[in-house]
């Protein structure tokens, strides 16, 4: 060491032994903490994979909307959280046909798991690997990483669970439609947006080459959608701005050959909203070119054309040079296997309680679009209720005791109140009159009763649906050992005392359909339905607020402001 060095060296320690005792204690202090966070992070990354330290340990198969609003919601500290997904990112599923036209990127749509629960902190694991069988009975998860990084190079892996979370979505429904799986595109996930984004730009490269008929640029500019669900009508309505918007300013001559059809098996499109927007939709996409073919059924889809049926006409054959698959859900293969397991095998999906418990196994739950609720018939148990209520067999009752009678189906029931504030039942809704003085007959009560019954159908497969399943299960996750001592849930029907938990109750807050041309269609609660230019940016600001991060809200809303001043990117990246 040279003499500077050594004399530099003297000095620093010269500083030291100089520095008051309570100083020295401070830096001691603060390195030894340093040191002890260090260790103490290293051994809670070494207790997440034994899973130690007690806790029971949560495994969530998926990433989607019930996953990630499961996990965005659970309190880590109590539970070992384990994560299994073949993709490591959470999508924002209702701006996907944004992605297919460039309006909106795909990266702005997505948002890394490992983000969502960095800063909670807690014990917590991610794969990155697709699990391809439950075993219920040994509590175990088989799956694959498709990377080949065991000693088999199988990539295959087992994981215990105390309690298992599936929330595996489904996959697009082809009807077993020949043809299908090998020449359609579906519009699920961000890679098929992005494959659909490339396809169009090849449609319009491929029309507008000098050597082509007028038949084959027609051919190679058909842009067929097949379901008039709000995903296909939603993509034809970007479809149709992109193209008019943006593509027929770079290519002037393809312009005059693009045809955007619509192709449904029912009567209407958008079935599931108010018939006023059905056939508002309906009126607009024939003023504004878009091709709607109502009862025609796909049969069969070859490389070349697509083969219809229609009650009148028969069968037909159209060419087409892209064609987009939305016209439902299926069932994944691990969830049917899984429903063989449980006696669920005759089912389309898997059924669960109202608290999202698969019945047939235990501590297993079921959410998103692989599960569907069970929900009980008001009739199966509308003696016992009605024998509480009218303790002295009269067979009458006041209208204040059937409001008390109702408020307590809805908390058995809640599909029964969802569908009352969603439906307009006048005979109903005539028998609850507030007239404390009148009385009401029981049996009246009961027929109104099972006219419910028999019109209430199972939720919807939406993101609304799948987000509110997975707030509510970490809520009662983050409380079952309170609930344990103090249960909170109804009382049970059959059996003594209460259920830990309410049941699940679905809020619906409303629906929009993107029709195009800056105007959206709303339904909302309280049967409030309004399409026009003002809902479009309610549309905008509900979407943008509904991101899970700062980070995506301002990516989406950058990406609208970039459309807006320099229109949609065209190039086929």
């Known amino acids: 060491m040279s003499t500077g060095g050594a004399s530099l060296v003297r000095r620093a320690l010269e500083a030291v032994r100089r520095t008051p005792r309570w100083q020295e204690r401070l830096v001691v202090l603060t390195v030894g903490a340093g040191?002890?966070?260090?260790?103490?992070?290293?051994?809670?990354?070494?207790?997440?994979?034994?899973?130690?330290?007690?806790?029971?340990?949560?495994?969530?198969?998926?990433?989607?909307?019930?996953?990630?609003?499961?996990?965005?919601?659970?309190?880590?500290?109590?539970?070992?959280?384990?994560?299994?997904?073949?993709?490591?990112?959470?999508?924002?599923?209702?701006?996907?046909?944004?992605?297919?036209?460039?309006?909106?990127?795909?990266?702005?749509?997505?948002?890394?798991?490992?983000?969502?629960?960095?800063?909670?902190?807690?014990?917590?694991?991610?794969?990155?690997?697709?699990?391809?069988?439950?075993?219920?009975?040994?509590?175990?998860?088989?799956?694959?990483?498709?990377?080949?990084?065991?000693?088999?190079?199988?990539?295959?892996?087992?994981?215990?669970?105390?309690?298992?979370?599936?929330?595996?979505?489904?996959?697009?429904?082809?009807?077993?439609?020949?043809?299908?799986?090998?020449?359609?595109?579906?519009?699920?996930?961000?890679?098929?947006?992005?494959?659909?984004?490339?396809?169009?730009?090849?449609?319009?490269?491929?029309?507008?080459?000098?050597?082509?008929?007028?038949?084959?640029?027609?051919?190679?500019?058909?842009?067929?959608?097949?379901?008039?669900?709000?995903?296909?009508?939603?993509?034809?309505?970007?479809?149709?701005?992109?193209?008019?918007?943006?593509?027929?300013?770079?290519?002037?001559?393809?312009?005059?050959?693009?045809?955007?059809?619509?192709?449904?098996?029912?009567?209407?499109?958008?079935?599931?909203?108010?018939?006023?927007?059905?056939?508002?939709?309906?009126?607009?996409?024939?003023?504004?070119?878009?091709?709607?073919?109502?009862?025609?059924?796909?049969?069969?889809?070859?490389?070349?054309?697509?083969?219809?049926?229609?009650?009148?006409?028969?069968?037909?054959?159209?060419?087409?040079?892209?064609?987009?698959?939305?016209?439902?859900?299926?069932?994944?293969?691990?969830?049917?296997?899984?429903?063989?397991?449980?006696?669920?095998?005759?089912?389309?999906?898997l059924a669960t309680d109202e608290w999202l418990r698969v019945l047939g196994c235990d501590n297993v739950y079921a959410l998103g679009d692989c599960a569907t609720i069970s929900q009980r018939k008001v009739m199966e148990d509308v003696d016992s209720i009605f024998r509480v209520a009218d303790k002295d067999n009269s067979g009458t009752l006041s209208v204040k005791n059937i409001k008390n009678v109702l408020g307590d189906i809805y908390q058995r029931y809640p599909q029964v109140e969802l569908y009352l504030k969603t439906n307009q039942m006048k005979g109903f809704h005539d028998l609850l009159k507030d007239k404390e003085t009148e009385e009401l007959n029981i049996e009246e009560f009961k027929k109104a009763l099972a006219q419910v019954d028999s019109q209430v159908k199972m939720l919807p497969a939406t993101a609304q649906v799948a987000a509110q399943e997975g707030a509510y299960l970490a809520d009662c996750f983050n409380r079952m050992n309170t609930c344990e001592e103090n249960p909170e849930g109804p009382l049970r029907i059959r059996g003594a005392g209460r259920h830990r938990f309410k049941p699940f109750r679905y809020r619906h807050l409303g629906q929009f359909a993107p029709l195009g041309g800056e105007q959206t269609a709303a339904q909302l609660p309280g049967d409030w339905v309004h399409v026009g230019h003002s809902t479009q940016w309610l549309w905008y600001s509900v979407y943008a607020s509904k991101q899970f991060s700062w980070r995506t809200r301002m990516l989406v809303v950058t990406d609208w402001g970039r459309r807006f001043f320099f229109g949609r990117d065209s190039s086929s990246l």
């Open 35 to 349: 040191t002890l966070s260090y260790a103490c992070q290293d051994n809670r990354v070494l207790q997440i994979s034994d899973g130690t330290g007690g806790k029971k340990k949560v495994v969530i198969l998926g990433t989607g909307w019930a996953g990630a609003s499961f996990l965005r919601n659970i309190d880590t500290s109590l539970y070992d959280v384990h994560v299994v997904s073949p993709r490591n990112y959470f999508m924002f599923t209702p701006l996907l046909p944004s992605v297919t036209c460039g309006t909106v990127e795909a990266r702005s749509i997505v948002e890394p798991i490992r983000n969502i629960v960095r800063k909670r902190g807690g014990a917590f694991r991610f794969w990155e690997a697709e699990c391809y069988k439950i075993d219920p009975t040994s509590k175990k998860v088989h799956c694959k990483s498709g990377d080949g990084t065991n000693a088999d190079a199988n990539g295959e892996f087992v994981v215990d669970y105390d309690y298992l979370i599936v929330t595996v979505g489904a996959k697009p429904n082809t009807f077993n439609t020949p043809g299908v799986a090998e020449n359609c595109h579906f519009l699920k996930e961000v890679e098929d947006a992005q494959k659909i984004r490339k396809s169009v730009m090849k449609c319009f490269e491929r029309a507008a080459l000098p050597n082509l008929t007028d038949e084959e640029r027609k051919k190679n500019v058909h842009f067929v959608v097949i379901g008039g669900g709000p995903t296909g009508v939603e993509f034809a309505a970007e479809l149709h701005d992109f193209v008019n918007e943006d593509l027929a300013k770079l290519y002037p001559d393809v312009k005059k050959y693009v045809n955007i059809s619509v192709i449904e098996a029912g009567e209407h499109i958008l079935t599931m909203f108010d018939k006023r927007i059905t056939h508002f939709a309906e009126d607009k996409f024939k003023r504004t070119g878009i091709d709607l073919k109502t009862n025609f059924k796909v049969v069969k889809v070859s490389d070349k054309t697509i083969t219809m049926s229609n009650p009148t006409t028969g069968e037909i054959a159209v060419p087409y040079g892209l064609a987009v698959w939305s016209t439902g859900i299926g069932t994944r293969p691990i969830i049917m296997d899984f429903m063989k397991q449980v006696g669920q095998g005759n089912r389309r999906v």
